[in-house]
């Protein structure tokens, strides 16, 4: 996290776990870093190659089901933090082009 233009902040979680809390971090006194940080950011974000959140998780669902068509959507969900019924909205829609 950019905190101005000249301190950076980064948390990280004391033990390894998905969902564990930030408990601990570097405050990181940078002008150099904080901006570097931001016109990557901003580099990536005004792109034209940049993908909206539908398109970026459908292609991440194209890909598994392209190596592993059998993985439940259950365990997509839970392994990619998403809700289980986002994963159904995209597996339906996909299963609805490909009749057409």
């Known amino acids: 996290m950019i905190m101005d233009r000249g301190l950076v902040v980064l ?3 004391e033990k390894a776990g998905e969902r564990e ?5 570097y405050k990181i006194p940078s002008e150099g870093l904080a901006t570097l ?4 950011f901003m580099k990536h974000w005004d792109s ?3 993908k909206d959140y539908d398109e970026y998780l459908m ?19 839970t ?9 159904r909205r ?8 490909a009749k057409k």
């Open 11 to 13: 948390g990280l979680p």
């Open 21 to 25: 809390p930030t408990r601990s971090g």
């Open 37 to 40: 940080l931001k016109t990557d």
């Open 48 to 50: 034209p190659e940049s």
């Open 59 to 77: 292609r991440i669902l194209n890909s598994i089901r392209k190596e592993s068509a059998e993985t439940s959507d259950q365990l997509i969900a």
């Open 79 to 87: 392994q990619l933090s998403v809700d289980l019924d986002e994963i």
């Open 90 to 97: 995209f597996k339906n829609n996909s299963q609805t082009k």
